[in-house]
């Protein structure tokens, strides 16, 4: 399996793979930028024999706020006609920035209830295509609750082979209902225009995005290092109880050097900005060095664009 | 009665008492002050044979923003020696400003569920003193419903002489809890400083504040003057829609001039900065002359006062 | 105005009528019975120079399971031509019981939200004729909250006088459309099913209604007299102790001998058996002389007619 | 691996392992009676090189309203001396059935939150003695998501390698209170208690219970058959229909031929008796051939033993 290390779950999905005896190649990365789609094309040319049976591209990274580039990856798959399959985590994007699991050729899709469908942890979803369930069907790993077949079969009696989470069924329904109300065009300009916002206040306030690549920069999560020396565990602890807001940390390898804002899901202007206040006081509070007037950059942004 | 035109509700509250046939003196106001001790002491002081029977007094006026001192109309009672009953409606201070029935000796306090005590509206308050019962007993108005002695009768068991609002009764357990958890000095500070970081805002916008005295400002609330020619009707129409924000509107003879701003109940940080951030978005878009920066004025009280 | 002595609400109303000043003819009752429209024709005919202004009638009588013949009261109107008002308190038999205001030309209905609304307690409901505004617009009592014409003027607007409970109001909108969904004749056979599957079980017991009229019996819920020497709030002590249902207990005179089964509301077949098996529980641990079979006989009835 | 063919979930787990490429060994059986613990013991005695590595049970068959005797499961593993790890399921005995992991030295329990944890359905638990931990760590089956060291180690931070339904973390919080509070001993006998009664309603109705061992009979579940020619299907949609009461339907072999009622988690005498109603009422409505007085046997039960 081709993989990229473009962050921390990117990581953990090599890990976990490694574990069940795949063997992954992990291209190197620095959790700044996404899957490189010219290094997936030199990768995938110079596999001759067909080697590598799957890529795995992190669409979104929710450990740094970085988006992949799933077409360009799709691209050097076509470009070099391999016939691996392409498998991309949407954890953090589904229904918060624009995926197209058909339209980009993708073959599984990995999805969950507890991020852009507004839900409690809970399920998951995957989106399969027919080449990947003739390659599970062939596959020699052995697998019972993660095998699709049972899932598919049950499925159409509008059944499931286990218990189902029922109540989040329900809820999956109505989030699937308000996302289709307000089209879902609209709502990926809504985290698009929050998340622009997001970066002026972090820019305003003199810190630096951890997502080097602007074209990657993700719509749903912003990560921001701290100055050297400062601690994110102390700053998302102060801000959590002064003001009752959770902040992301960092995960893995960037523990204590970066905390993240989520600004996905149902979310409007003054809870962004509320959020980004109570950043902007928590920076202070804990002494982090910036420039005031985060808050007031990301407002300007707002009315600007409303 | 003797009674105050310090605001709509004081104003709703004479109106009510000669719907019943009392005589009220209500005294002139401009909606911009509280209750003139001076004033108060003046009638009182003219009143030789006692005609008055009560003083009433809005303590915080819920139309206006502004907040009557109660202990100097009390002290005007005791100069002159009057015997007149202090009534105070406590709407929108009870638990969200010092208040001090007893300590003020006041003799019938109004309260009620869906202000300062954070629950929905379905049941009113009264603390009633000795006196104003001995009063109630000899009264002659017509009274059923409103009358205290079933109550009063009916809670020596715990009862209520009609159906009570039972889930409000827990309601109002939970939030007494959480007051007292907090500690009410606690409780009283943080709206007085969350009121002073909004009247930031409201300077740092070039806006000016209905209440005209500083010892007077409201705690749980604060009223907007617009400009000349700017009707807040389309202000708050623009900030709901956009922001899902709900502000207070002009009442009575301020509608159309004045908006509303509450900062009482639940309220921290930054709910009460994004509420601030929908406030200047919104005075934006609807082309209300004012300079930005009323957030940020309001943010760094918050820094400074942490 | 003309009363009647139904039972406990009946009596309160004519309580507060008289604490109001008013002049209350209230016809004796035994609280076994609805109003009687024969009594009722007798003193409007021998009232010739119509001193008697309203008639007051308590469609359910919540206190003993008695439903009175409003149509038959009117009829009596009707036929010695009074000019009287026609009140009546629908409290427990609006949403559960036939009831028709414009048809049976009822003056003023009054209602609530905590019945066959399914709702908390915290609004009233009044339905008011032409005739009875008119009435209002020249009475003398001293009325503020209570007066109509606020509350209908401030209405043709959309909005109330006072605080409103918006919560119930959204709560009441889902309410009726669950009760309309249903079809009302429905809502009501079923309530109707449910009373006689009810008596049944009383009847095998061997323990005696209150109520003694039989085209009088009420559908929204049935009260039960206890033999001699058995205390009721004994019975009702142990079986919400053991079965956490709650049952009505005697109120007013009835203290003590009678308890009360609600079948109003959202309830359907084993709703309606576990309460009573609850109530056949309790009958034997409490030492009720009774025979079993109680919940038989209703379950009978139930299956006899679904 | 040795399991127990005693109902659609035993039947499961053996697939669920072959499909994995353990080797098992499925004792067969007719789903009416628990594992037998004579032939466990005599598998065990003959397997003097231990290739079996594993005994699993279904301590409460959820299908079958049938309760494995694990005690003595436990007994011959011991009298054989016997290597093999003890598993065992009480996905439906969790919280309703006394069972005890150390007590009788099981190696991996398997529970979940949805059944007498009274939760939504949303996570598995695992009790795990040292001797399953060792045998994991040389396991040479692949699997990540099920491995437990991650978790483990994750835990003792109070983390979770993955994101964790902290919803019902919450909730399993407040059920364990609910549980300890009234004590486990009380609520294995409660519903032990509403399964004897719950037996009685069904030998009133005439109708066969599916477990024929006396002892096995489960305390949160009652599976009952339906003479030939009835299908349970028809039954439960039409109790679902009308009374709005779910019950289970029969899986596997069993489908058409057997309902199940269950009486774990929350319930109270009339809530049972509720649901007994519902049934009596189903059973009359569905021509099913039946005696009536299945409701009055339970009353009787569960009056002699308040």
Redesign the interface.
């Known amino acids: 399996m081709l993989a990229f290390e473009t962050g921390h779950f990117a990581t953990l999905w090599a890990q976990?793979?490694r574990?069940?005896?795949l063997e992954v190649d992990l291209v190197p990365g620095d959790w700044r930028r996404g899957a490189d789609p010219a290094v997936a094309e030199e990768r995938l040319a110079a596999d001759s024999d067909h080697a590598i049976k799957a890529v795995l591209v992190v669409h979104n990274e929710t450990s740094t706020g970085v988006t992949s580039r799933v077409p360009q990856i799709r691209a050097a798959l076509d470009r070099t006609r391999h016939p691996a399959l392409l498998l991309v985590d949407t954890i953090s994007s589904l229904g918060s920035i624009d995926y197209r699991h058909d339209e980009w050729g993708v073959d599984v899709t990995i999805g969950?209830s507890?991020k852009g469908l507004m839900l409690?942890?809970?399920f998951g979803l995957n989106a399969v295509s027919d080449r990947a369930l003739r390659a599970a069907a062939s596959a020699g790993?052995?697998?019972?609750?993660?095998?699709w077949e049972p899932v598919i079969a049950a499925n159409a009696d509008g059944l499931w082979p286990y218990?189902?989470?029922?109540?989040?069924l329900y809820g999956a329904r109505e989030a699937t209902r308000l996302l289709l109300d307000e089209g879902l065009d609209a709502v990926f300009a809504r985290h698009a225009r929050h998340a622009e916002a997001t970066r002026r206040a972090v820019s305003a306030w003199g810190l630096e995005l951890l997502c080097q690549v602007p074209e990657e920069h993700s719509a749903s999560l912003t990560a921001v290092l701290l100055p050297e020396g400062h601690d994110e565990r102390k700053l998302r602890t102060l801000v959590l109880d002064?003001?009752?807001?959770s902040l992301g940390g960092g995960l893995g390898m960037l523990a204590g050097r970066v905390f993240r804002i989520g600004h996905l899901g149902d979310l409007?202007?003054?809870?962004l900005?509320?959020?980004l206040?109570?950043i902007?006081?928590g920076l202070?509070?804990a002494g982090v060095p910036h420039r005031?007037?985060g808050?007031?950059a990301a407002?300007?942004h707002?009315?600007e664009t409303?």
Chains 1, 2, 3, 4 share one sequence.
């Open positions: 976990m793979a574990r069940l005896g969950c507890q409690p942890p809970g790993l052995p697998r019972s609750y993660w095998a218990t189902p989470p029922t109540n989040l002064r003001c009752n807001l409007n202007d003054p809870t900005l509320g959020a206040s109570g902007e006081l202070r509070l005031p007037g808050v007031s407002l300007e707002l009315a409303a």
